[in-house]
């Protein structure tokens, strides 16, 4: 007698791929047959087939998180949701004129705790031998979050995340998020109930970072534009470093930030990437454009603010470490010098007594503007001929200068010795 066919296991890691119009369908299910059929199309892709795909009954169950004390009965109503929605796939530029209506698993059996399911045939070019303009998914992380609106959210976003930003109409994002029915056609309604809670959740719950921009014709949102930033999580198990007195956050620009829109995720994400300068130079811009009533949005006004520079702080930073360079080899030329000062005034050492030497090297600093306490305290250290050859070549400058020049050529000399 053959033996059955084992079970597919899920196991953490792997992955799901659609083709991005399966990704972007409309439909309405609970977040359990949406997780039920996710995992279908899984085992599809797994096998390399779209009927007789099985499943252990009790692993599904603990896919699904059921933990009630009727297991059956509630897999069973989830089974009939998943198998009964029909959702719509569309194209994004033409929705009225290009759209196939189905269902993704239309049957789905349960017999001696194994579930054998099928997938609509129709599904077969967008799950298999994808080759572009596709999504890969970690069932996982798209389990965690929770809610169906933020299980779409976090899928349609996912498969634009290269593009780093999306867009769509209200009544677009509505249909995407499984929120069209007429409880949600006020955008106060839909935002409050299903928005909100969708972008909190995939912010909190997974590695991708959303700032949304709400478009406006007079006072009716008609366009929702999305920011998509990927954030990169350790690896788990991986040791955490200390961090440094240069990394840590400042906590007031953070909360700022946060005023504005960002959640703290984001605030640190971008003083870390860009420098806190520069995300102070583009918030005191954002706040100010907000005060003269420029900005709606200040959430993406400083986002785009932080991406495209508006505050031209990337120039005053490179100025910054353009002169800081110049000044590092101004300063090596001048501790090479100091050190060839020094080594020829070891060989070349005159005769003449210290007293000659030292008040000659104090009237040359006296010229130069230096104080007589600084002479006095450099001929302590350093002997009265080396100082009088740094003064030598200080000539011509300012005190300032001249004090910072000599007391790098005695400083080095000091080493030496």
């Not at 079970?7 to 972007?24: H, I, S």
């Not at 499943?55 to 169950?61: E, H, L």
């Not at 997938?119 to 929770?146: H, M, W």
């Not at 907000?290 to 508006?310: H, I, M, T």
């Amino acid at each position: 007698m053959a033996m059955p066919e084992k079970p597919a296991r899920y196991k953490k890691g792997l992955m799901l791929t659609k083709d991005n119009k399966l990704v972007r369908i409309h439909g309405n299910m609970t977040p359990m047959s949406y997780k039920l059929t996710n995992y279908i199309l899984w085992m599809a892709v797994k096998e390399g087939r779209l009927d007789q795909l099985k499943a252990s009954g009790m692993d599904v169950i603990k896919f699904l998180h059921i933990n009630d004390n009727k297991l059956g009965k509630s897999l069973k109503a989830e089974c009939k949701k998943a198998a009964g929605t029909v959702v719509e796939i569309q194209s994004k530029e033409h929705p009225d004129d290009d759209w196939t209506v189905m269902n993704l698993v239309p049957t789905i059996e349960y017999r001696n705790g194994v579930l054998t399911a099928e997938v609509n045939p129709r599904l077969a070019p967008y799950i298999n031998d994808l080759r572009g303009n596709f999504t890969q998914l970690e069932l996982e992380s798209l389990s965690k979050c929770g809610t169906y609106p933020a299980m779409r959210l976090y899928e349609v976003c996912s498969s634009w995340k290269r593009a780093k930003k999306v867009c769509y109409s209200t009544d677009e994002w509505r249909g995407l998020l499984g929120a069209s029915g007429k409880s949600y056609q006020v955008f106060s309604q839909f935002k409050r109930r299903a928005w909100d809670p969708a972008i909190q959740t995939v912010n909190e719950c997974t590695d991708l970072e959303l700032t949304p921009e709400y478009i406006r014709e007079g006072k009716k949102t008609v366009k929702i534009l999305v920011h998509i930033q990927e954030v990169l999580h350790a690896e788990e198990g991986s040791p955490l470093l200390p961090a440094s007195e240069d990394s840590i956050q400042d906590l007031d620009l953070v909360k700022r930030m946060v005023s504005c829109g960002f959640t703290q995720k984001m605030a640190k994400g971008y003083i870390e990437a860009c420098g806190a300068d520069y995300c102070e130079a583009q918030l005191r811009l954002t706040l100010a454009a907000q005060k003269e009533g420029q900005v709606k949005n200040p959430a993406g006004y400083l986002r785009r603010a932080l991406d495209e520079d508006y505050a031209g702080e990337r120039e005053a930073i490179e100025a910054i470490k353009a002169a800081e360079e110049l000044a590092r080899q101004e300063n090596a030329r001048r501790d090479r010098e100091a050190w060839e000062l020094f080594h020829g005034s070891q060989n070349q050492e005159q005769a003449s007594s210290f007293d000659d030497d030292a008040r000659q090297a104090g009237e040359k600093c006296l010229a130069l503007g230096i104080d007589e306490r600084q002479i006095m305290a450099w001929l302590e250290k350093y002997p009265s001929s080396l100082l009088g050859k740094a003064a030598d070549m200080a000539a011509g400058m300012d005190t300032k200068h001249a004090v910072e020049y000599m007391e790098a050529i005695l400083r080095h000399s000091s080493a030496k010795a």
